[in-house]
C-alpha cells in the first residue's frame, strides 16, 4: 500500500461549477493507483465540493439559481422574527463574500471517495465538481491524497 | 493493511430513509475488518447518505417534512426578489427531480467513517441513513471501501 | 503504514464554534504522524464539524445567525403550502433540539483531511470546527482516526 499527494490548481469563471473528474481520473491513471481510497479537499472556505448530475446543464443553473435564493446577498430576511432584515457582519469583502461562506457550509469542502480498477468510483450520472461561489473568478487549490495498490501493470512491454 | 470494497444494492420505498448501519456492520464482520477507515458513497445524484439519530422516528419525519417545504416542488419564490417564483429549468424528470439533486447538494453522498472492534464508531444515537429523495422506489447502490487491519481471531477452532 | 486512533473530549459553551484546528494537529505531532488521511466524526447528531474561515470572527456570528434563521425554533412556515405553520413533531427535548438535528443534516458529521509534514493541509484561511447547535453546553466526544506514515526522525538524540 502506497500514500499518492498532489495538488489541483484552477483558475475558476466566477460564481459556477468546474467538472474535476476528468482531472482527478487522469491523475489517478498517472500516478497508477488501481484501487485505493481517495481524500479529496478544498482549501480555501467560499467554495464547495460537490457531487451532482453531470448530464443536463439546467440541473447546475438551478442549482446555481437555488442557492442565490437561498443565500441572499448582503443578509437576509428572517421569517422567524416578523420579516425583520439581518444584514451580514462580515461585509468588507464584498457582497458576495459572506454568502460565498454561508454556501460552503450548507455544501461540502471534503469527499472520500472509493478508487477502483483506476479511477473513481461514481454513478453513471455523476461528477465531481468544484463549486465557486464568488463572482469574481479566483485561483483555487485541490488537494488530492490517496492511499492504496499501484495499477498492475499487465501489457508487458515488449 | 488490506482493502476491502463492495457494493449495497437495495430497493427504496420512495421518499424517506433507509438505516444502513446493521448492513454496513454485517458487512465489516463477514470481512473481518478490526479496525479500519470506510468510505460510503451512493452511486446517484437524487439521494443522500447522512448520520442522524436512531431513537425517535418524529426527527425523520420532521426532516422529511423541513426539506420538503425548504426546497420546494416545482420552484421556488425567492424573498429577496420580490417573491418572484423562478421555476425549475431542469424539470423533464418529474416535479420531484430537481428539488431531490438540490437536497443532494445540501446533505451529502460520501461519508468517511472509523471502524473499530469490529464495528462502525458512532455515538449512541446515532444511525446511518440512506435518505431518497424521489418519490417513487429506486434501486440504489451504496459503495463500501474500507482500508485496514483483519480481525484477530481470538477463538481458536478445537 | 500504521493506524492511529483517538478521541477528544470537550465541553462546548452552547452554540457557537470551538476551533480543533491545534487540538488536532497536537495529536499529530504527538502520535508522529508525518503523512496520512485522517477521518474526523463526531459522535453526536445535533453537532457539526464544518471547515470555514479561521480570521474575522463576524463570519462565524453570520453564520450561526443566518442557520437560526434558516432553521427557526418550534416549528417553520412554509412558502410552498400558503405560509401553513408546521410545528415540529420531535418536541420533547427543547425547541432548540429539532432546528439541532436539522442543522446537521444541512452540514457534515465526517471529514477526511489529508495530513503532509505532520499537520492537517488546510488553506491559509481554513479552520476546524465543532459546531454546537444545542443553546446549553453539552460534552462532545471526535473520533479522529488516521492511516498514514510514522515520522521520520531528522534530529538524532545525541
Known amino acids: 500500500m502506497k500514500q499518492f499527494i498532489s495538488e489541483i490548481s484552477l483558475e475558476t469563471c466566477g460564481e459556477g461549477f468546474t467538472d474535476l473528474t476528468n482531472?482527478?481520473?487522469n491523475w489517478i491513471l498517472k500516478e497508477e493507483i488501481e484501487k485505493g481510497i481517495i481524500s479529496i479537499n478544498t482549501q480555501h472556505t467560499s467554495c464547495s465540493l460537490i457531487i451532482n448530475e453531470n448530464a443536463d446543464p439546467k440541473v447546475l443553473e438551478d442549482l446555481s439559481t437555488y442557492f442565490k435564493s437561498l443565500v441572499p446577498e448582503g443578509g437576509f430576511q428572517s421569517h422567524s422574527t416578523q420579516n425583520k432584515f439581518f444584514p451580514y457582519k462580515h461585509s468588507e469583502e464584498g457582497l458576495d463574500d459572506m454568502p460565498a461562506h454561508i454556501k460552503t457550509?450548507?455544501?461540502c469542502s471534503?469527499?472520500?471517495?472509493s478508487i477502483n480498477k483506476n479511477k473513481l468510483v461514481l454513478g453513471t450520472w455523476q461528477a465531481v465538481y468544484l463549486w465557486e461561489h464568488r463572482y469574481q473568478k479566483h485561483f483555487r487549490k485541490i488537494c488530492l491524497h490517496a492511499i492504496g495498490e499501484h495499477h498492475k501493470n499487465q501489457s508487458p512491454k515488449a
Do not use: H, P, Q
Not at 471534503?110 to 471517495?113: F, G, I, V, W
Open 23 to 25: 482531472k482527478i481520473n
Open 110 to 113: 471534503s469527499l472520500s471517495l
Open 105 to 107: 457550509a450548507l455544501t
